[in-house]
């Protein structure tokens, strides 16, 4: 028995990148049937010495992640253009590419360009052409661009790789104390960078909508507490340091309102903090669990978890009419939901046969979708473009990231090479 | 709290025995025999606090070797929040040894790594606060009481499985 002395856990804030070495690495384990073949043609380097990026590659295996597309191996390719005017069109027929990306990467100074050109092999035409510029040390992010407007030229729908991820990892102490890490990374897991240390858990990350700050749960004064923090400057602010729980921060749409969880008046429930005056203001009241808040897109209602039924499921609660409705009635266990920005496609942790999995539930058409047939599935977080889900899983013994499209047709893994992963935050559209 | 009403006790000897040899004044002898029975009383007084004192170490020694002989963890079903009669058993023992003294404790709640990770710190907070309670309604104060939920992210056993599992949905007592 020791006395109540809050001993300040050793944490560390450190905002310098790990290296070059990439924490998570891809492994598709379930593509569409019938995905579309494109060659991504290694840019021509037009700078001095060797190009410090493959642009191409970073293109080519953002376009394989998403299932929809089937890159063609760079040892099948019969030429390398780089030019509209060094095409043969019966190469690409010949390897049944349906597709051919080719492109241009020149530096300026500290700056780099990159020009790209997207043909139609069958129809021998240009379909688009494109331009990137920027800072030469955001190279990745760069190319990320590219493979947004070629997936958006090609689907129809807004490509989502220019984005991060934050996300926790944990080294095991076996009989001790274990490390936590909250890590930003590019969407393909690159890059990644160590935004806080601690002996002491970390939980909950998550993003503001724009992108520039994030919210997370740290035990490091020994207890939970919530905090903020601008990714820019690395400044942070601790917002709340209430008796009990102090959890799962999530931001409202305008940026200007935490929705959180506390239990400082008894039971854990749903409150708002004004994040100019910090002013509280209690969401829901009841003597159950209500946890998980997350914003419906327009800012005028919540989503969260209550057991309140008996059971956790999921609740809407209603801002202005200040009313609760209950939104999942289908299986004994539907928990932290979130939402996709069309309002409409809502995914969530469901249990079935006792084993959790990541499903979609249809707000429209009330139909659930289970998407994960693995047996420990939580904490789904839903691309800015609703086309895939990133969630948390367990593979070989170990905590990972794993991926599955909203139609349950792509599936991909992102296991990391030491410790265990969890709690995935898919960041919203970056701005430039 | 044994020991300050024999503390009290020499004391009140003392201040007697002073009074009295300041009092009779008149005979050197009498003087001197008060300071000797004075000193003798207090002698006596600080002997018997000393044992008194050194018996109430002892017992709250043998409250706390009995306490610590359940242990400082206290197991629970799945997603329950219900004292196992062995926990009641064991905290019977805790609370026995926080009496007569100030100690405060630190309740930390766990869950296994089943359901999300914010519903399971909701739940280890639940455990921790089913502990708080029982504990005050038998008499330990609240305010020597913290309890903190750590929901599944502090496991004993990695692994899954029961035999994992059943370890980790706990409350400690630190």
Sequence with gaps: MKRLILAIAPVVLVLAALGARAELTIEITQGMDNPSAIAVVPFAWQGPGTAPEDIAWVVDSDLAR????????????????????????????????????????????????????????????????????????????????????IYKKLTGIRGAFATRLLYVSVTRVPGGKDYFRLTLADSDGARPIVLLESREPVMAPGWSPDGTQISYVSFESGRPAIYRQNLSTGAREQLTNFKGLNGAPAWSPDGNTMAMVLSKDGSPDIYLMNLATKKLTRVTRHYAIDTEPTWMPDGRSLLFTSDRGGRPQIYRYDLRTATTERVTFEGGYNARARIAQDGRNMVLVHQQNGRFHIALLDLVTNRLQVLTSTELDESPSIAPNGSMVLYATKHAGRGILAAVSVDGGVKFRLPSRDGDVREPAWSPYMSR | MKH???????????????????????????????????????????????????????????????????GNVFYFDYDSYNLKPEAVEALD????????NESTVRLEGHTDERGTREYNMALGERRANAVRDYMVVNGVPSYRIESVSYGEERPIAYGSGESNWSQNRRVELK
């Design chain 2, 4 to 70: 300050l009403p024999v503390a009290g006790k020499a004391i009140i000897l003392l201040f007697t025995a002073s009074l009295l040899a300041a009092c009779s004044g008149s005979s050197k002898k009498e003087e001197e025999a008060a300071a000797a029975a004075a000193a003798a009383a207090a002698a006596s007084a600080q002997s018997e606090q000393q044992a008194t004192a050194s018996a109430a170490a002892a017992e709250q020694q043998r409250l706390r070797d009995a306490a610590a002989a359940y």
């Design chain 1, 66 to 149: 998403s299932g929809q597309f089937a890159p063609v191996s760079r040892s099948d390719m019969l030429g390398r253009p780089s030019t509209q005017k060094d095409i043969f069109y019966r190469d690409w027929r010949a390897i049944e590419s349906e597709y051919l990306l080719i492109g241009r990467v020149s530096a300026q100074g500290t700056q780099m360009r990159i020009e790209y050109e997207l043909y139609d092999v069958l129809r021998q035409k240009q379909v688009h052409a494109g331009t990137e510029t920027g800072p030469a040390n955001e190279a990745r992010m760069l190319a990320h661009r590219v493979s947004d407007a």
């Design chain 2, 93 to 100: 023992a805790h609370i026995s040894s926080m009496q007569g």
